[in-house]
């Protein structure tokens, strides 16, 4: 009975990530995302990570879910839970290195730059609000499941998102240097209205 509660939460944190692409690929228009203050252009970069990670958690919880064995998808939501949180905490690391570049930039008058690093830090601030609220979704799932990571048999399934995401980070560095950042990989929901609003710790 406690796998198949597991095994439903599961489920239910799947179709709850489906429903938010599904609103992300309607939102073509730029006014449906806009941030208060924001260009469209940042503002398509911040949904456009949350997009990237809301898919990746997506497809990895999928392939977990199609295991008829137990025992393999609790090990597997053990993994991604840790891979979100090396994300959301390198992520943090990486943001508090380019704030400071940024100010450094601002202080001595180099603003062309510094507004290259302000679209690197909005990319990395949804990156980090992305890990943390994936992160929370999977943690929340396995505490209220009340299961215990089985013994790590399943050696190869730990690297596979941490790979993923640094082939995103090899991209996003790659379109920096032609004065792009590319959208890269977080579970945020768009509800009511039109708003899109991060999933918070209840």
Known sequence: MESESFRSRVIALIQKSRRALRLYSSAGNTSFVRMEGASAELSNAQVGEWREINSLLLRRLTEAADSPNTKKLIYDVFALRNDFQTLWRSSESELVVSQRELIACAERGDFIKATSLATVLVTLKARVQAGQAAHHELDMLIKKSKV???????????????????????????????????????????????????????
């Open 148 to 202: 215990v990571r089985p013994a790590a048999e399943l050696s190869e399934e730990g690297a596979t998102v941490l790979s993923t995401l640094e082939l995103l980070d090899d991209q996003a560095i790659a379109d920096e240097d032609s004065g792009r950042r590319s959208s890269a990989p977080l579970l945020k929901l768009a509800v009511g209205a039109g708003k899109v609003i991060p999933l918070k710790r209840k």
